[in-house]
């Protein structure tokens, strides 16, 4: 009796739900009952999982980007410091060793090492690279660190009184030397055969006699009889290919001797720890030039 | 009456209680199962000696160091190739197997399949067969209800944690976790798969059963594009069969079919069809049928085959009187046998080629060069040397292409650029500053040839040196 009161499509024998468009009925396949309690269960736990976690956003704005906060209280910036912590916990494995080891025993020391320049590189991308780049390799008036050629010196020690003090600086104990302007002291043909004479020596030609005593009595003081400098008062190497105004031309010489140009390098002493100076001296001296 | 045309878009699982079943494929899924069931828990156990440094078990996916061993075979992360090509081989020799004998995959080697029949023999020693379960199951609560089904669910957790806990021996070395587990020593992660695991085991073996094959699995869904006439498919003979209909000995077989209507077929099938009405989606070719019908036949003295293994061209043949035949070659067959073969040959190319030492160079994109007090150039490099053999090893570095170059190796230590260490099984990564006194032109090929110091393995790599911006 009850069968017959069914809708039976008679092609298939499957039960129909009664519906009938345009002479085309619907079967009821019925699904698994499991899957409506699967569809239940998922919407149990999307209900557990508003109590644990933030969820909704409220008009008072509890949580750290407003909205309900959630039982566990969980943001992501509560991760992001849980994280941080648990690298800390890792640095400070190495960094109590790095404290007491000396540049030499770093280099030396292949964990100490990376540590340094894993540390270094991140500084100084966030400190040094607005001046030095990004790859360190400078500009126009600001040094390019990867080459072996050091205004201050490029040993461990001079770069990292250099980071620390930095150069004319407004710290005390700062390098403060600088070049002073000749426009003053000398001719014009004077500083035009000074400039002959330095280009000369850059390019190992013979040198004109007229830039012979210029030279000796004004320049060697700081850049050496034979132009090669003197690292610890900041006189640069005349000779080699690497120049920080320019590229070494004759009237570039002369508007240098005339009215020199001085960088200036901040102090970090403050800004940066003794650590963090110490792993960007290792970062320096490795890019390619240290001595 | 209103109540009856109501429509039920949802529908109780129907409770299966499939018959013991004995005959061939019973037999050969009994050994099947054993097989199967021996491999996956006993796999892990194998050991397979390669030497110091490097585990020593023959299947083992370590996840902490980045590496998987089979047997001969070890892969690196970057060689998850060798994986897809694995499991595109799997795929298509089931699709071969499908189109050649029908769904014998589901009947008899699906994990779903076998494990639902092992946990029906624990039912069945416990409870009995189908009809003292089924009468069990509706008799009131009982001490001798609840301990049989006690035993039963206890029994099904058991195996279920054997199963999750062989699955976690493939990700660790197994004697090791062994010991931490006995200890109660594990990690979360090793806890929270064999917990998922036990219960998905004893939640799908246990009760979903043919709700898998039938409602969750994808294959079950696609196979029949992998069907032609050719197939093997598990066939009620209709022209024999009927008409149907209740026989007493004695009877004569004129003027009516062999099937008696014993419903022996549909007792034993473990997805709960009746192979008479014809090929169903639900049917995992399992041939429990086969073995229930053709047991009727012997004691009918009949002949056996009246539900078969047969394919449907030679049903057609049969009805026009025409001579079965058994087509394995055809288009599909030959399309599967030709993708096989290209990535089997593919595969096995790659894995015997596969060298010890591999040599990658990356040039620095900033600064590109740098130039040095007295003119020459330097290219900044960094490298990174595979040591996929299991020793320590040192390499040299030479390179070639630029006249005069000098390497020198940036790093911790005095590292000379003709003794580069490198660890068993692992990468070592150096910084290498290559200067080029005399320069001829701005972009020259450089090639860096690397290699072993003690041994004849060597690798290059070719790579750019720049010397000025453009």
Known sequence: MSQNNK????????????????????????????????????????????????????????GERGGTKGRQEWTQYKELRQQ????????????????NSSFKEIMNDESLYKFAI????????????????????????????????WIWGGSFEDIYSTIKYGVRSNHLDTKTLAMPEFSDILSKDQVSDIAEYVVNLTKGKNLPKKGIVLYK??????????????????????????????????DQIISQIKHPKHGVMPYWKERLSEDAIRQLTIFVHSLGGGK | MQNHNKIKLFEKQKRIYSKRAWGRYRKIKWVIMIVTLGIY???????????????DQAILIDILHSRAYFFLIEIWPQEIYYIAALLIFAAVTLFLITSLFGRVWCGFFCPQTVWTDLFIWVERIFQGDRNARMKLDKSPFSFNKFWRKFATHI??????????????????????LMENILNFDISFGVASWIVSLTLSTYLMAGYAREQVCTYMCPYARFQSAMFDKDSLIISYDKQRGEPRGKYKSGDSWDGRGHCVNCTACVQVCPMGIDIRDGLQMECIACGMCIDACNGIMRKLSLPEGLVRYDTIRNQQYRKQGKQESVRVLRSRTIYYSLILLVIGSLMLYNLLTRSLLELHVIHDRNPLFVKLSDNSIRNGYEIKILNKSHYDKNYSLTVS????????????????????????????????????????SNRNQIKFLLKENDGSLSDEYISVFISEDN
Not at chain 2, 158 to 176: E, M, Q
Request: hydrophobic content about 35%.
């Open chain 2, 41 to 55: 828990y006993l796999a892990p156990w194998i050991r397979w000696d390669r030497g110091p440094n490097v585990p």
């Open chain 1, 7 to 62: 809708n039976i499509d008679e092609l298939s024998n499957v039960e129909t739900t009664g519906h009938e468009w345009d002479g085309i009925k619907e079967l009821n396949n019925p699904s698994p009952r499991w899957w409506l309690w699967v569809f239940f269960l998922t919407c149990i736990w999307a209900i557990g999982y508003w109590v644990v976690y933030p969820a909704w956003p409220t008009l008072s704005g509890q």
């Open chain 2, 155 to 176: 029994t099904w957790l058991l195996i279920s944690l054997a199963t999750s806990g062989a699955w976690v021996f493939y990700f660790n070395d197994a004697p090791t």
């Open chain 1, 217 to 250: 009595e004004n320049c060697a003081y700081c850049h050496g009889d034979k132009g090669t400098g003197t690292r610890e008062i900041g006189a640069p190497n005349l000779v080699d290919s690497i120049w920080l105004y320019g590229d070494g031309s004759k």
């Open chain 1, 118 to 149: 894993a540390g270094g590189r991140s500084i100084f991308k966030e400190n040094c690279a607005t001046c030095h780049g990004t790859g360190g390799s400078g500009s126009h008036g600001y040094p390019n660190l990867n080459d072996d050629d």
């Open chain 2, 401 to 440: 292409g630029i006249d005069n170059a000098m390497i020198r190796i940036q790093g911790a230590g005095n590292i000379e650029s003709n003794n580069l260490p490198v660890y068993a099984n692992s990468t070592g990564s150096y910084r290498v500053f290559v200067t080029a006194v005399d320069m001829i």
């Open chain 1, 84 to 99: 941080q912590e648990a690298i800390l916990t890792i640095k400070a494995q190495y960094l109590a060793k790095f404290q």
